[in-house]
Nanobody
Framework: QLRLVESGGGLVQPGGSLTLSCAAS?????????IGWFRQAPGKEREGISCISWSVGSTNYEDSVKGRFTISRDVAKMTVYLRMPTLKPEDTATYYC?????????????????????WGQGTRVTVSS
């Protein structure tokens, strides 16, 4: 049974940085899957912001974080990271890392909807002065 655990959130001032981690466990092979980073701010809908294909490492970003956040993976550690420098107050949200099958596609998509599963408890990011 795949388990995904998010960590690394916290309180940071505007302009500060955080790196989130998503640790996979349970012996589930991620070869034909992608890991996404989603976030949900208070009172807003959940949005996908980035994803990475586990096997080839191809990435995708939502426009609001493109060029600012960086997603990466460590295959040996079964962990996906989201590096978030220059944080803004609008980045305040709970961040989640679900998994989705890539179904043969070389690049993951953030609009795969219900294909993303195994939602964890999330990690809270607060950007405030």
């Amino acid at each position: 049974q795949l388990r995904l655990v998010e960590s690394g959130g916290g309180l940071v001032q505007p302009g500060g940085s955080l790196t989130l981690s998503c640790a996979a466990s349970g012996g589930y092979p991620l070869t034909y899957n992608a890991i996404g980073w989603f976030r949900q701010a208070p009172g807003k809908e959940r949005e996908g912001i980035s994803c990475i294909s586990w096997s080839v490492g191809s990435t995708n970003y939502e426009d609001s974080v493109k060029g600012r956040f960086t997603i990466s993976r460590d295959v040996a550690k079964m962990t996906v990271y989201l590096r978030m420098p220059t944080l803004k107050p609008e980045d305040t949200a709970t961040y989640y890392c679900p998994v989705a099958p890539t179904t043969g596609q070389s690049t993951c998509r953030l609009n795969w909807g219900p294909l993303y599963t195994n939602w964890g408890q999330g990690t809270r990011v607060t950007v405030s002065s």
